[in-house]
């Protein structure tokens, strides 16, 4: 967590252990790991310099402005703003990595975690 510079209180340490404790019977994997930071770290950074930039790049990406980038959208900004076009399956397997909560999706949340992890 501190190296993601995240710097969790005492009380925030053992709110996290019991959670981990009651949620996921005491054993987590990295997916957990993101579902359990992700909205944390967004606080964290929610009045840092970038979210603006974060929200103004996610908006080029979420064509219909749903808060969602389905997988329609990727494939039109990967071809519009990256000038690439994929290989069949290439665009399938990037979503399925990226959605975390496996919707279908890509929402903000999911977005800024795919900017930090990358």
Do not use: C
Not at 28 to 50: H, K, N, Q, S, Y
Not at 53 to 59: G, K, P, R
């Amino acid at each position: 967590m501190r190296t993601m510079g995240y710097m969790p209180t005492e009380m925030e340490l053992l709110e996290i252990v019991q959670q981990i404790k009651m949620r996921m019977g005491g054993l987590m994997d990295f997916d957990d790991f993101i579902e359990l930071m992700g909205p944390r770290m967004m606080g964290e950074t929610a009045d840092m310099l970038g979210l603006k930039e974060l929200q103004s790049a996610f908006v080029q990406f979420d064509l219909d402005g749903d808060g969602k980038i389905n997988q329609d959208e990727m494939k039109e900004a990967v071809k519009t703003l990256l000038g690439e076009k994929l290989k069949k399956g290439e665009l399938e397997e990037i979503l399925k990595e990226l959605d975390i909560n496996a919707d279908g999706n890509i929402d903000f949340e999911e977005f800024v975690m795919m900017l930090s992890i990358r």
